[in-house]
């Protein structure tokens, strides 16, 4: 895990969260870096939604603690929840005014919001899910935050307006140094935004790497034969004329033991062998 | 956000104008279908009040409707605020505005000038309006159904006050020597001494402290964690509070004075205390009754004896017993069934002493009939059908060489008489009267809502003998007469009438038993007072003004003659602080006399001179 980053944005320690009697969130213990792009994914209930909102103060923990650094206030972090809640009685007008007074905002950036070609006395509750992430993102981008939290919204973007979003993303990084913790299991468009990727199991992480580092670990090989036991195969598909088997972790020497290819492959295929896995794993 | 909590509280106080009035039009509306005439001011300030009463419950209970309605709730909690800060921005705009609609409500009352036009006096009202808007504050956090968190917020408020009255409950019984449920709880009169208010008030810091405290754990779900914390200092700290306040209100009290009173043929006073032993005051001295507590608003005098209802020691189970007035002794003379109550009048009719034995929830009640030689009972089964009201006996006479016992029961005016003969056979014949009918010098007297009939009741029903037309609302109890029903055939009644919707102003009415003749007794002003007959047969007409209005109070007692009233005592009435206090002060009146307490101190006249007599002790 990537619990030694220096002078961290966010640190949490030892953070534990149950809902009624079921443990979401066990013994969490993760430093993020100024100015960094995390993802996390994970099974449908591993709590990674829950470790959002704790980290956005909708959640309150049962024990640990989740400290910012100190010269980050609460008005520079953001949350988007999949939910995309606000309130949605407001227009769209009334909504900015409210947000900019809460967070002290002098002047809005509403250039997103052109792009998107709304009325401004439109209702919150009349926007399409699109508009909605695209109109949150430019409340949140006003406030020039300094952590942003984006839960899994991505997917129930349709293209344009993804793309929007994403460029938003990127010119907040670089004109922040934002320091971005994102949920996604839409992989493959976010491109390569992400510098780091955590991944969650019912409750704590299995994995916390650089993007880089993970890409060099994680290998596939695509063979007819029957792979023998030597190789720490993540997870393995099989079908009637070949098998595909993921290698982690992939060393370097493992081709020369071998006459088999080990094959790069991208972030989104990495992730989905991680929770395959989980499922194997659980199948067995 | 201030600007938003209160542009919604707005929002919400604007819906108690139309709510009142909507409510005030409604009661208009039901008091035209039942002919009740009420003013305006009559109508539009209870209703107030209520609303007062439901908008503090729903602003504390839609602290965070408007966030949980409108999908906001996990944005309200991303924003820069501590709970505690978030919860003060909730609660500041809806404090103000409870203050300020409760300033209107005072303001509009004060310019109005009619306390009378209230149904709960403004303390209580005050402290309603904090306990529900506080109660409504903890049930808006679990933010569950909103028509079950304001049921479930209107029972807390209730358990709240019967906790509250429990306190009082605890520390009279700890003081008192007397059976549990004779015990008054000061609360459930809605009278609030200084020390009340403040228990009341340290009770639901108790809730406020606790709240404040759970709310910092107030997050997204609906938290068991906040309801665990809340309830980790509530419990405690409302046992304590009231363990102190149990403490502190058995040091500070004196029991009360109060109690029934009853003055004898033979001048003696009795006194069954609430808070103690019951006592029996002659002129000079007082002795104490222990273990009983005869019943003496139900209670008859027959010739050296009085006879009532009585619990014993610390039972719960009733007595009939009869007192000897000469010597006090006590002696038994039926003990009812344990789950029998005894709370109605006591007959008396030849050798006969008669009562009704009622069960709680049950139809059926036994009429007791008691022979006072022998000691020796018979028990009739009167089927009421109606078990919220209980049958009393109205009459007693002789048919056909056997005795009779009339008894009467109601419910939502539907009357009904049984005729029960001593052998046990009865009848029943069902009646419309407004009232308990009468039974006079072998007729019935009903009291119908267009006219007064007299007749007979046999088995066949109604036998109508002279119908007087009148329209009122003639108020005539048989209390008035004497429940020795061995009477001698009674000349004339009078009558009290409310008919211009003014519980404080009566018409008076004269009923002659032999010419039937009825005429409003005119030389009577319209002021608030009763009639009684005294034992000689003399009727006695007892003024006594409303006292909140009156700048002159004075008791004025007229003997009639002939129907005409002659003013034969006035009592000054003291004034208390600069009026009359109108609940310390009270006459009692009796066949035998009056027993009058003025400021504090009681005083004796007897009939028919209406002479003071001086009891030495009586207090």
Redesign the interface.
Known sequence: MNNTTDNPILSINDLCFQAGKKKILDHIDIRFKRGETVLIAGINGAGKSSLLRCIAGVYLPDSGNITFDKNVSKKKIGFISDKMSLFENYTLEEGIRFHCRVYGIENFDDSLLKRLNIKMTQKIKDLSNGERAIYHLSLLISQKPEILLIDEIIHIIDPYLRELFLESLIELIEEYNTTIIMINHTFSEMGRLPERVMIMETGSFILDEKVEALTDKVKKIVTDKELDGSFPVLFEKRSPVYNEYYIYPYKKGMESKSNFEFQDIELSEIIKSFIGGYYAKKRN | ?L??ETNEVLKQSMLLAPGVLAGTFLTWIGASIAKVDLSFGEMFFPIFQVGLLFMALFMGISLFM??T???????L?????TRLRLLWIKLFPRIVALIALFLIYYLALGAVGNNDMLILPVTFLLFSYISLFAIGISFSSFRGNLILSVLLAIVTFFVFLYGEGLVFWIAYMLKSDLMEFTVRLPFSSLGFPWYSLIIALAMLSTLIISYLYAFK?????IS??LIKKFMKVFIPSVLVVMSLSVAGIYMIIDLPNGGMYFLTKGNLVLKDNYYSSMKVYDRDSEREIKYYDLNLFHCVEKDNYIYASSGYKNTRIFHIVRMNTTNLDIDVLYTAEPKAWIFSQISVYKGTLAFIEYFRGESVSNLVLLNLETKKYKKINITSGFNLDHPEIFGAGTLENQNFWAVYSTHRRLGKVVIAKEDGTQYEVKLDSLNVPLYVNGMFILFKAEAIEIGNITETGFQLVKQISFKGRLMLYRSLFNWDMNQPPVKEIFLNSMESGDPWERKKYRLDLQTYDFHEIKDLSNTYGYFKKSIDGTWFYIEVPFVRDSKNPTISIYKMNEGKPMLVKKIDMLYKDGKWDAYSDWVHEFETGLIVKNNGKLHVYRFPDLNEIEFKELE
């Open positions: 956000m600007r938003k408007s966030e309605k409108n999908g906001g709730m996990e944005y909690l991303t924003l820069p605020y754990t107030f997050d997204l779900k068991r964690k």
